[in-house]
């Protein structure tokens, strides 16, 4: 399963696609909304830094979640920074075994995704792919022939929420990992705000797919 390509100086620049079974099938002529998802507090317990795979806990709603997204028809592809190789306090490969790992249980609850995408870099790197900044979203939407105006981004923090604006995305923020926190202390000072506030991501899903968002529409 190949989800993370890497560039000759470690960091991530290409997503890994969820399964190898068909990687040379040409993506839709039409352009396809797509649903983004944070990693860390979205898909996964907020741990902090991920320096141990056990230390990478799925929550309970995400695999139905993805699931009910895999069912519409709409690519799920999650956007995450991941600064901690950098940082010197894990290897990069951790990254990439964290993100398999993901994939198998995700494929143990019926769900998958269409890709991954990843920044390493240290904020002080100064890249574009270190969200708010859009470059990953840019970077799928283009990969994976994306219309990022019909697409949403779910996030546990209100870094999401603007990088949802920077790429021109709805956001959606939801209140687990650090999304209550965040919506009781944060929302006044944020220059952007969410679409939606969803207890989970089933929650947020579901919002989704209520507004009539398919693959063709």
């Keep these: 399963m190949r989800q993370t390509g890497k560039s000759s100086d470690g960091h991530s620049r290409k997503p890994r696609p969820a399964s190898s079974s068909s990687p040379s099938l040409p993506y839709p002529p039409v352009k396809r909304p797509a649903v983004f998802l944070d990693r860390d507090g979205t898909i996964n317990e907020e741990m902090g830094y991920i320096n141990h795979l056990s230390r990478f806990r799925l929550l309970p709603e995400a695999a139905p979640a993805i699931r009910r997204l895999n069912e519409a028809g709409l690519p799920v592809v999650v ?68 219309d990022l105006s019909r697409s949403f981004l779910v996030g546990d923090r209100y870094v999401d929420i603007q990088t ?28 952007a705000q969410p679409v939606n506030i969803a207890t989970d991501l089933l929650e947020a899903v579901e919002f989704i797919l209520s507004t009539g968002l398919s693959p063709k529409t």
């Design 79 to 146: 956007i995450t920074n991941q600064s901690g190789a950098a940082r010197g306090y894990f290897p990069y490969s951790l990254v990439e075994e964290v993100h398999d790992h993901l994939h198998r249980l995700l494929a143990q609850g019926g769900a998958r995704l269409d890709a991954i995408y990843t920044c390493l870099h240290a904020p002080e790197d100064g890249c574009a792919c270190r969200k708010p900044k859009p470059g990953l979203l840019l970077q799928a939407a283009q990969d994976l022939n994306l």
């Design 164 to 191: 949802a604006a920077n790429a021109g995305v709805r956001g959606i923020l939801v209140l687990t990992g650090y999304g209550l926190g965040e919506y009781e202390h944060l929302r006044a000072q944020s220059q």
